[in-house]
């Protein structure tokens, strides 16, 4: 076993409780933190994908460059139909996303695509390929405030065996996008571990160093991860580890007693029956209205060309009308450029 | 002859005033604004949607309630200067409370930027609320400034935790001739009874009663604990501590001849 294994896995085995009743009493605590720091308030945010190209071979994405899916990105008119689709949901955060393929979705692209959506959003987010700090310096000067970019899995090992190919076998150039983006000014960042390709505990524990690095380094940046567990795609790639809900719950618990202030966001990977009761444990932001299609909010696409299959499909409205009930208040809007 | 906290013309007769976010609903936050009898309410600008056809937190403020708008998720004195400017053009007045947090971990604020914000909104016209670390001489160049009162944080936001702060408060209530207006930290009533008790001029509170299981009573309850305190200060607080039964560093004097 390497270094990181032995070390990791080690200090990740204190995340694991087996006892019912200790889990309880740390989720009351995890729930009272999140209580007291952020309240019974919950932002939603949208996912809009301009393109799904690809020059990665991510084993586990539906985008790998390997897949013959139908690949496409939006003209700036089709952008357009999707932010008006989405704004009239009321939601002001937004969150795009391209596949990792630089010449087909250059900055310069992405940047048009930024113009169009100021005009609908409060709040724009990329989850793009990484790219130099004078680059995110330009996407913020364009008018991004959020960076999303997730390591994926943060045993080498494992990372280099699943992204066998393209840009994004450089393990250390993604480690430091984070920090890159924070330098150069994004107002959030947000990162994450690919539930699934490693022992949940060993990834957890180094999201939250990771995260910890980060909001010690950069104070005046809102640190936030994700905690994505591995969806099924074309491929049909299954993940090597399981990772049970209860396992989930675990993760959301230790990162929030160990970082009361960190962003935790939680997808519509996840069920609607799920979400809803891992939401008190300390979640802040989830998607709502959300699809993993080119074009998704507007256009009909085969299942086939999506990142992956999302599990709660329920309308911005629907998710309102749950956290209403649930005691939470929606929050569509958080930002705004200034 | 009432009792009324005087701010740039207004008079306010209820001294709790009220933050608006991490409420369950605006319509809880309204019902807790309206029990309270709160007439002053300290709402976000980041928050507030005024372009969409959605909820508007502003259509949820009572009629009575001015609204203090605040700058929650400024960085530095221009992100204030720039939200505040922002408010005014939207049309939410020009009560802006001046929040400037550097620091995510543990939402402290940063008392220097704080000051050059007050500068520059004061000189144009707002009535300004730094809110700050009780800090005497930053409080003082507020004051210079042209702060309309000093908002002194009794412990970190959301804490809960109550006036940890006190000795430097204490400070400011005598020092200062602008009104003192304890913000953060305040978890029970009890905790905005003392800051009265010490001749705060107000206080403000948002998390304790946003989460507590039935914030209408609650805010109630800091409402009801705020005019407590306050008719306290004004009757009186007698002397709290015991006379020494005997004089025993002069004693031997009266043994002179």
């Excluded at chain 1, 945010?45 to 799904?52: C, E, G, K, Q």
């Excluded at chain 2, 939402?107 to 050059?116: G, M, Q, S, V």
Aim: hydrophobic residues 40%; proline residues 5%; neutral net charge.
């Amino acid at each position: 076993m390497s270094f990181y294994q032995v070390y990791a896995k080690n200090l990740g085995r204190a995340l694991q409780t087996d006892d019912d009743l200790s889990l309880e009493a740390k989720a009351a605590m995890a729930r009272d933190l999140t209580l007291r720091y952020f309240g019974r308030a919950i932002q939603l945010y949208t996912p809009m994908y301009l393109a799904n190209y690809c020059d990665n071979s991510c084993v586990y994405c539906g985008f790998n460059i390997n897949n013959k899916i139908e690949r496409r990105k939006l003209s700036l008119d089709e952008v357009e139909a999707e932010a008006r689709f989405i704004s009239s949901t009321g939601l002001k955060h937004i969150l795009i996303l391209t596949g990792e393929d630089r010449s087909e979705s250059p900055l310069e692209y992405i940047k048009d695509c930024i113009k169009v959506l100021k005009g609908y959003f409060s709040s724009i987010s990329v989850e793009i390929y990484p790219v130099s700090e004078p680059e995110y310096a330009s996407l913020v000067a364009a008018g991004v405030d959020g960076l999303t970019i997730y390591q994926e899995v943060y045993d080498e090992n494992i990372y280099s065996k699943v992204h066998p190919a393209g840009p994004k076998k450089d393990y250390l150039f993604r480690l430091d996008a984070p920090e890159r983006g924070a330098r150069a000014g994004m107002r959030s960042v947000n990162i994450g571990v690919l539930l699934g390709l490693n022992d949940w505990k060993a990834e957890a524990f180094m999201l939250g160093e990771h995260a910890q690095y980060l909001q010690d380094k950069f104070p005046d940046v809102e640190i936030g991860v994700s905690l994505p567990r591995i969806r099924p795609q074309v491929s049909g790639f299954k993940p090597a580890y399981a990772v049970s809900d209860r396992d989930l719950a675990q993760i959301i618990i230790y990162l929030r007693l160990k970082l009361p202030r960190l962003g935790i966001s939680l997808s519509t990977r996840e069920s609607a029956l799920l979400r809803e009761n891992l939401l008190p444990l300390g979640i802040t932001r989830i998607s709502a209205g959300s699809s993993t299609l080119v074009g998704g909010h507007t256009q009909e696409a085969s299942p086939d060309s999506a990142q992956f299959e999302i599990q709660d499909s329920r309308s911005v409205e629907e998710i309102k009308t749950m956290l209403y009930k649930k005691g939470f208040q929606p929050v569509l809007k958080d930002w705004m450029p200034i | 002859m009432q009792d009324t906290l005087k701010i740039s013309g207004k008079d306010i007769t209820n001294r709790l005033f009220i933050g608006t976010g991490k409420f369950s609903s605006y319509e809880v936050m309204k019902r807790a604004l309206e029990a309270s009898k709160a007439e002053v309410a300290t709402v976000a600008l980041r928050r507030v949607d005024t372009t969409s056809m959605q909820e508007n937190i502003l259509d949820y403020i009572p009629k009575r309630c001015n609204v203090m708008i605040n700058t929650s998720g400024a960085r530095n004195a221009e992100e204030a200067v720039r939200i505040a400017r922002l408010a005014k053009a939207a049309g939410s007045g020009n009560w802006i409370k001046i929040e400037v947090v550097k620091d995510n971990k543990y939402l402290l604020p940063d008392n220097i930027e704080t000051l050059r914000a007050t500068e520059v909104l004061a000189k144009e016209g707002f009535v300004v609320f730094p809110y700050m670390s009780p800090d005497l001489s930053i409080a003082r160049r507020m004051l210079e400034a042209g702060a309309a009162a000093v908002m002194p944080l009794g412990s970190p936001i959301g804490t809960n935790r109550g006036l940890r702060t006190k000795e430097l408060v204490e400070i400011l209530v005598k020092e200062l001739s602008i009104p003192v207006i304890v913000d953060a930290g305040l978890g029970r009533p009890s905790d905005a009874c003392v800051c009265m008790e010490l001749g705060c001029a107000a206080v403000l509170v948002n998390t304790a009663i946003a989460v507590s299981p039935d914030p209408v009573g609650y805010a109630v309850a800091f409402s009801k604990a705020v005019e407590a305190g306050r008719s306290a200060y004004i009757a009186g607080i007698p002397c709290g501590k015991d006379p020494e039964p005997s004089s025993p560093l002069t004693g031997f004097l009266r043994n002179e001849k």
